[in-house]
């Protein structure tokens, strides 16, 4: 059974930071490509962020390019993202993915979590 659990959700500031993970189970989590999607109440799920296995490829939704990080330790597989900046236009709840090829498109994930909640207070 494959699972994918977010932590690290909560309340923030705006102009705040928080570092949300994500651990795999019952997949060799190597081999995945890795996303983070968020989606706000009454919004479309939103591309994040997308990691390729190794962790060398990686890309950004526009909206958070160069406040967002995304980063994996498969030793611990755990992929991680750092969010500094924040803005309340950032509030959603946050869903990591596994995909056999990293990209964009919320098809190609084959496993979700069920997100952690982020707040930003303006």
């Known amino acids: 059974q494959v699972q994918l659990i977010e932590s690290g959700g909560g309340l923030v500031q705006a102009g705040g930071s928080r570092r949300l993970s994500c651990v795999g189970s019952?997949?060799?989590?190597?081999?995945?490509?890795l996303g983070w999607f968020r989606q706000a109440p009454g919004k479309e799920r939103q591309f994040v962020a997308t990691i390729s296995r190794n962790g060398v490829d990686t890309l950004y939704a526009t909206s958070v390019k160069g406040r967002f990080t995304i980063s994996r330790d498969n030793a611990k597989n755990t992929v991680y993202l750092e969010m500094t900046s924040l803005k309340s236009d950032d509030t959603a709840n946050y869903s990591c993915?596994?995909?056999?090829?990293?990209?964009?498109?919320?098809?190609?994930?084959?496993?979700w979590g069920q997100g952690t909640q982020v707040t930003v207070s303006s």
């Open positions: 019952g997949l060799t989590f190597s081999t995945y490509a």
């Open positions: 993915a596994a995909a056999s090829r990293w990209g964009t498109p919320t098809t190609r994930y084959d496993y």
